[in-house]
């Protein structure tokens, strides 16, 4: 795939344009007082464009959609942060540092984290700006839905009458579990076990497994995720599997709980519901207000100008 490296601007309505012919900074978009110039509007479009790769970033119908998504984008922004301003909401640096290190947290190290923003053409600033925008939009929809009802017991027990699919739990297992690369050292390790060594000494000592530190102990496992630990089901509590082999390595497993296959009761999720359903109607005067505030705002959109707007790769 080969990513978009730059973008031109081609804005004189011919093949070519001189330095004086520059339109760059010229206004593509007006919302009420926020502007984005032609120059900007061409560089978000490019950012969007490099997901694609060199021949359908060249096709006009993809380009013309992207360009529609960043005014879309746009509009909807400059209307969020002038309500916020004009409501005096703003997103305390803590909570943005807070998400920003949850968000971090969910790669193995630095190096990958940075790779995945590269790879979206994002700077680590610009990212964090995303972050800022994305809570910022959250307390504005909140603050825009704040006098909604919260839902009635009816209209609760109703959704979980209506989506009983989503309440069904498949059985569950809990292990304790070595995993170890070669037979050989699965083989010595089962010897140990079947002499009385401890399970968890053992699995802190010689498993790779991310578990290992803890003993080997794993959370919940849904039947079917995870295939070569299902024989486990037919152990008894305490019971020791067999070697295991996967593409992963060798496992032994210890059997320390099991849940059959059941249905979650309603009250067990009724709060979960409830935020469904609170997020459905805020979602929902969200959309209204701003539909409204679209249609009242002063929208100026310079459709000649973007529809000259043009992407090269390199």
Same mark, same amino acid.
């Given at each position: 795939?080969?990513?978009?490296?730059?973008?031109?601007?081609?804005?004189?309505?011919?093949?070519?344009?001189?330095?004086?012919?520059?339109?760059?900074?010229?206004?593509?978009?007006?919302?009420?007082?926020?502007?984005?110039?032609?120059?900007?509007?061409?560089?978000?479009?490019?950012?969007?464009?490099?997901?694609?790769?060199?021949?359908?970033?060249?096709?006009?119908?993809?380009?013309?959609?992207?360009?529609?998504?960043?005014?879309?984008?746009?509009?909807?922004?400059?209307?969020?942060?002038?309500?916020?301003?004009?409501?005096?909401?703003?997103?305390?640096?803590?909570?943005?540092?807070?998400?920003?290190?949850?968000?971090?947290?969910?790669?193995? !190290?630095?190096? +990958?984290?940075?790779?995945?923003?590269? $790879?979206? @053409? *994002?700077?680590?600033?610009?990212?964090? #700006?995303? /972050?800022?925008?994305?809570?910022?939009?959250?307390?504005?929809?909140?603050?825009?839905?704040?006098?909604?009802?919260?839902?009635?017991?009816?209209?609760?027990?109703?959704?979980?009458?209506?989506?009983?699919?989503?309440?069904?739990?498949?059985?569950?297992?809990?292990?304790?579990?070595?995993?170890?690369?070669?037979?050989?050292?699965?083989?010595?390790?089962?010897?140990?076990?079947?002499?009385?060594?401890?399970?968890?000494?053992?699995?802190?000592?010689?498993?790779?497994?991310?578990?290992?530190?803890?003993?080997?102990?794993?959370?919940?496992? !849904?039947?079917? +995720?995870?295939?070569?630990?299902?024989? $486990?089901? @037919? *152990?008894?509590?305490?019971?020791?599997? #067999?070697? /295991?082999?996967?593409?992963?390595?060798?496992?032994?497993?210890?059997?320390?709980?099991?849940?059959?296959?059941?249905?979650?009761?309603?009250?067990?999720?009724?709060?979960?519901?409830?935020?469904?359903?609170?997020?459905?109607?805020?979602?929902?005067?969200?959309?209204?207000?701003?539909?409204?505030?679209?249609?009242?705002?002063?929208?100026?959109?310079?459709?000649?100008?973007?529809?000259?707007?043009?992407?090269?790769?390199?």
């Amino acid at each position: 795939m080969k990513p978009i490296k730059a973008f031109v601007i081609a804005l004189c309505c011919a093949i070519s344009c001189t330095p004086k012919q520059d339109r760059g900074h010229e206004t593509v978009l007006q919302v009420n007082g926020s502007k984005m110039s032609a120059e900007k509007f061409a560089e978000t479009l490019a950012k969007k464009l490099q997901l694609a790769d060199a021949f359908n970033a060249k096709q006009p119908a993809l380009i013309n959609e992207i360009k529609n998504l960043v005014a879309e984008e746009f509009i909807k922004r400059s209307l969020i942060l002038q309500y916020a301003h004009e409501h005096k909401l703003s997103v305390p640096t803590e909570l943005v540092d807070s998400e920003v290190k949850r968000f971090r947290k969910s790669y193995p !190290d630095d190096i +990958s984290f940075r790779g995945a923003l590269l $790879a979206q @053409g *994002l700077t680590l600033e610009a990212w964090k #700006s995303s /972050i800022a925008e994305g809570l910022l939009e959250r307390s504005v929809l909140q603050d825009i839905a704040k006098d909604i009802s919260k839902p009635t017991s009816e209209a609760l027990k109703d959704y979980y009458k209506k989506h009983s699919e989503l309440w069904q739990r498949p059985a569950q297992i809990k292990l304790r579990h070595i995993m170890l690369k070669t037979e050989e050292e699965a083989r010595s390790i089962y010897a140990q076990l079947s002499s009385g060594g401890s399970f968890v000494k053992l699995a802190k000592e010689v498993s790779i497994a991310p578990e290992a530190e803890g003993g080997g102990d794993t959370d919940w496992i !849904d039947k079917g +995720s995870v295939d070569f630990f299902d024989g $486990a089901y @037919g *152990l008894p509590k305490k019971g020791k599997s #067999s070697i /295991i082999k996967s593409q992963y390595g060798y496992h032994i497993v210890q059997l320390l709980d099991k849940r059959p296959q059941r249905n979650l009761k309603f009250e067990s999720v009724k709060p979960q519901i409830e935020r469904l359903l609170m997020a459905e109607k805020e979602r929902e005067v969200f959309n209204k207000w701003l539909s409204e505030s679209i249609r009242t705002a002063k929208i100026l959109k310079n459709d000649s100008l973007i529809r000259n707007l043009n992407v090269v790769t390199k």
